[in-house]
């Protein structure tokens, strides 16, 4: 028989390994993610994926199949697409807007009634550059938004439907994130992109 000292140890220690086994099951979760998430941008890229890529192709000096970044950088770019995800729920298509020069500034997440648009991770962007306010969100976001708030009113669409759009900024006032809710067409999804794409070159020009 075991004494009342030892069955209370026996308590604690299966208590710390069913908590154990729970933290590695979500890590093991989290994992699984973001290789699903790596496949998919490879295979946006028209790159092969993973299991097909030639034996030369090996990780070598901190790089990635031959692409000059360092891993940990491909690692934190994962894990934003992943906590976007999170925030955003199920989206159905990623888009990378870049410059004419191919930098990176934004991944645009996209969902069948949202658009989250977040800049990339080394992308500074203060919401009072211009032409952020005079363009995109006066002549663009308020003049779609003003548009649906008249088709309300004539009841051709309900006001659930209207487009809605939100900024989330850092402490410093820098852009964090584009949420758009309820483009409805492609044709405007089509224009938030470009739109976003131009206001966002010119920012960065700005701050150069």
Known sequence: ?????????????????????????EELERLREMLTIVDNMLKQVSF????????????????????EKPIEKAVEEVREVVSAKAVEGEYTEVRQLKT??????????????????????DVR???NTPPFQSFFIN???????????????KGEIRGEQMLDYSIDLDEAKNIKRILIKNYRDK?????????????????????R
């Open 1 to 25: 028989m075991y004494s009342d000292d030892e069955i209370k140890r026996f308590a604690m220690l299966r208590e710390w390994v069913v908590k154990q086994i729970e933290e590695k099951e």
């Open 48 to 67: 092969k994926p993973a299991g097909m890529l030639q034996k030369e192709e090996r990780i070598s000096a901190g790089m990635v199949a031959g692409v």
């Open 100 to 121: 004419k020069d191919g930098i990176l500034l934004a991944n645009a997440y996209i969902a069948s009634d949202a658009i989250s648009i977040v800049p990339a991770s």
């Open 125 to 127: 962007l203060n919401v």
């Open 139 to 153: 002549r663009i976001l308020k003049e779609m938004k003003g548009k649906d708030e008249e088709r309300v009113k």
């Open 187 to 207: 044709d405007r999804l089509n224009e938030l992109i470009n739109s976003s794409t131009w206001v966002l070159t010119r920012m960065l020009e700005k701050v």
